[in-house]
Structure formats: structure tokens, C-alpha cells
């Protein structure tokens, strides 16, 4: 119970009283507009919606966090842009956690600028903003707190002599971000990237102390897919993040085994790793314009004597729409034949 107890207070002490962070997924590229703002429109497509959700720590009592995003975007051309492409669309991120109900919801309208490089439009260069909103809050019914304590056991009906100035905030936000991507052959796809976020400065104290701030993040990543043969790709992935003083590197590949073109389908499998933290496997598949992921992550840190390594499970999705051109036969034949 003493166990229980420290776990749910220091949840709540990072949470409300010292630098905070940004929520994350492992699947970073089932969530391309969190992970970088450039990412708005660039796909092979004309509109694309998705979703993500994940859920961690669930065998420490008081701690599971509880992450869910969803969004869409499409890319819109101009007479006055001639071949390039202006991206539009939208992003929502939802995130609980804890004792506290410490959440944060966020509401952004991401847009991008994607430049041809080249005659043949093998390399892209896309640079995007998000400008929106973010919403941080707690609430304190299921918290306790030591002046609660007469002397003999935990009284709810003492004063927690905590005196918060707030329990929620709503600031605006704004992100940036550019994307290289180089198309070398058929199914053959590098892209790399920078983003920033929190560029605007972001106070987060519920007391009024005006030096606990969200710190800017930046990203860093990379992808690249090769075809090793008719039916197979391998595919590299990672991501660097940093906040404050706080970092995060993910790492891995894919394995996707293609079926014939006719099905329209393949499946993949694979391996991550997220250094000191955990091990990550993903299996997914890819059915037409839906593509699916789930991905489970193995806690390997000093907190797997409370986890009993569990992390965290997550699945994402994604729906690309094309356009149909319909077909108007300039010329018939005259079945004379028949």
C-alpha cells in the first residue's frame, strides 16, 4: 500500500509541479502530423484520415496512461503554384493519466508547402506549420494528500491545504517542420526530416510560477524503404526526440511480404527498440487504401519491477481516398460484328 501510495504522488508531482512533456507514440509513422508538421499532404493519394491509440503501464496501480489522436489531410493545387501543392488538414490528440486525471488535449490545423524539386517529381521538399490550441488540466477527487492524515488514519473531510491557482489552462501553440523526400526507384522511398515544436512560450504552473514551462521539442527523423525482390521490402525507420532534458530514440525495421497485385494487400512485421526503455514488436497489414499496425512494447528499465515489464499496446490506422476519374469514350465502335 506505502508502494501505491509513492507511485500515485510521484505521477502527480512530474505531472503538475516540474517541466512537462509531450505525449508520444511508438508508431510515429502512424501519426505523421505529430511527427512532423511537413508530413500534411505528402502521400501518394488525395485525402487521408487516421487514428492512434495506445495505452501503458496499466499493471502499476494509478498509473496507466491513456493516449488517443486522430486526423486528416489532403493536398490542394493552384494555377498560381503551377505543379506544387498546398496541404491542409487537422489533428486532435486526447491524453489522461494517473491518479490525478492530468490531461492534455489538443487541437491543431496543420498546413504545408510541397515544392517539386525536379522535372519528374522524384524529390519533394515540404515544409509545414501547425498553429492551434492545447489544454492541460487535473482534477484532485481521487488524490490524497499528507494533511489529510489525523493522526490514526486518512480523513477526506480534512482540507488538503494545497492552495492551486488553477486546475486548467488553454494556450495557443505553434509547430514547424520540413521534409526531404527522395523517390530513388518503384517502392524505393527515403525521407528525412526536422521539426520544432512549442515555439511560442508555453507556462505550465498551476501555482503561478512563472519559470515552470513546457520546454520546445525537436525531432529528428528518417525513413527508407528498398525492394528486395517482387514480393519483399525492408523498410528502416527512426526517430530522435528531445525536450528539455529529456530524450527518446527509436529504432527499427520492417519486414513486408507483398502478394500478388491482383490482392492488393501485403503484411509486415517487425522489430524496434527504444534504448533503456523497451523492446518493441509491430505487425501490420495493408489492404487496399487501409492500412492497419499494432505494436507492443516490452519495458526493459528499472521500472519493470513495478511494470513486470509490461509497457504499453497500441494499434493505428489509416484510410487514404483517391479520386475516381470517371471515362467518357471520345469514340464508339460499331459492333458490325455481331
Not at 74 to 87: L, N
Not at 283 to 306: H, P, Q, R
Amino acid at each position: 500500500m506505502k508502494f501505491k501510495f509513492q507511485i500515485i504522488y510521484f505521477l502527480f508531482f512530474i505531472a503538475v509541479f516540474s517541466t512537462a512533456q509531450d505525449i508520444h507514440f511508438t508508431q510515429f509513422t502512424y501519426t505523421p502530423l505529430n511527427t512532423n508538421p511537413a508530413q500534411t499532404g505528402l502521400f501518394d493519394g488525395d485525402y487521408r484520415v487516421g487514428g492512434n491509440y495506445r495505452t501503458q503501464w496499466w499493471e502499476v496501480p494509478g498509473l496507466p496512461y491513456t493516449t488517443f489522436s486522430c486526423f486528416g489531410d489532403m493536398r490542394q493545387s493552384s494555377k498560381k503554384i503551377g505543379s506544387d501543392r498546398i496541404g491542409v488538414g487537422f489533428l486532435m490528440n486526447y491524453d489522461v493519466a494517473g491518479a490525478s486525471r492530468y490531461g492534455t488535449t489538443q487541437l491543431y490545423l496543420p498546413i504545408s508547402y510541397i515544392k517539386k524539386a525536379n522535372a519528374d517529381s522524384t524529390l519533394l521538399i515540404s515544409f509545414g506549420l501547425t498553429p492551434g490550441i492545447s489544454s492541460t488540466g487535473f482534477k484532485t477527487d481521487h488524490l490524497t494528500f499528507d494533511s489529510q492524515y489525523d493522526g490514526l488514519q486518512y480523513n477526506s473531510t480534512l482540507p488538503s491545504q494545497e492552495n492551486f491557482a488553477s486546475f486548467n489552462q488553454t494556450k495557443f501553440d505553434l509547430n514547424t517542420g520540413t521534409i526531404l523526400q527522395y523517390t530513388y526507384m518503384p517502392r524505393g522511398v527515403i525521407q528525412a526530416g526536422f521539426s520544432a515544436y512549442h515555439l511560442l512560450p508555453q507556462r505550465l504552473s498551476y501555482f503561478n510560477n512563472q519559470q515552470i514551462v513546457l520546454d520546445r521539442k525537436i525531432n529528428l527523423f528518417g525513413q527508407c524503404s528498398y525492394p528486395l525482390n517482387e514480393l519483399l521490402d525492408i523498410q528502416l525507420e527512426g526517430l530522435y526526440s528531445r525536450q528539455g532534458k529529456f530524450h527518446e530514440l527509436v529504432l527499427g525495421s520492417l519486414v513486408n511480404y507483398i502478394f500478388p497485385v491482383k490482392f492488393r494487400q501485403s503484411v509486415f512485421a517487425g522489430i524496434f527498440v527504444r534504448p533503456k526503455d523497451a523492446l518493441i514488436a509491430r505487425i501490420g497489414l495493408e489492404y487496399k487504401d487501409w492500412k492497419f499496425s499494432m505494436a507492443y512494447d516490452m519495458n526493459t528499465s528499472g521500472f519493470k519491477a513495478a511494470t513486470n515489464r509490461y509497457g504499453s499496446i497500441e494499434a493505428g490506422l489509416i484510410y487514404i481516398i483517391r479520386k475516381k476519374v470517371s471515362f467518357y469514350a471520345k469514340r464508339r465502335a460499331c459492333p458490325i460484328y455481331m
